[in-house]
């Protein structure tokens, strides 16, 4: 079984950092991608941003130039360093985790941006 432990999120004006974690434990084998995807009330999940084994990354549109996704490997951890956030990034964040067995989320860790 493998558990997501998300960490980091908070409210925070327009403008300010905020830095999310995700410690996977558990029966991890060999990790494909991990990724942040993020939901609003009465929209779907979307994805934010990912990064594969090698360290290649993916980010949404929306996020790009101010979010930073990174891994530590040894620590089986995930990272997402959210800069100049603005009111619209306002959603519960979720890390997914996605194994050769199948694929894992974390509980989501809500992030408001308002002043």
């Known amino acids: 079984q493998v558990q997501l432990a998300e960490s980091g999120g908070g409210l925070v004006q327009p403008g300010g950092s905020l830095r999310l974690s995700c410690a996977a434990s558990g029966r991890i084998f060999s990790i494909n991608v991990m990724g942040w995807y993020r939901q609003t009330q009465g929209k779907p999940r979307e994805l934010v941003a990912d990064?594969?084994?090698?360290?290649?990354?993916n980010y949404a549109d929306s996020v790009k130039g101010r979010f930073t996704i990174s891994r530590d490997n040894a620590k089986n951890t995930l990272y997402l360093q959210m800069n100049s956030l603005k009111p619209e990034d306002t959603a519960v964040y979720y890390c997914n985790l996605v194994l050769t067995d199948g694929t894992y989320w974390g509980q989501g860790t809500q992030v408001t941006v308002s002043s």
């Open positions: 990064i594969g084994t090698g360290g290649g990354t």
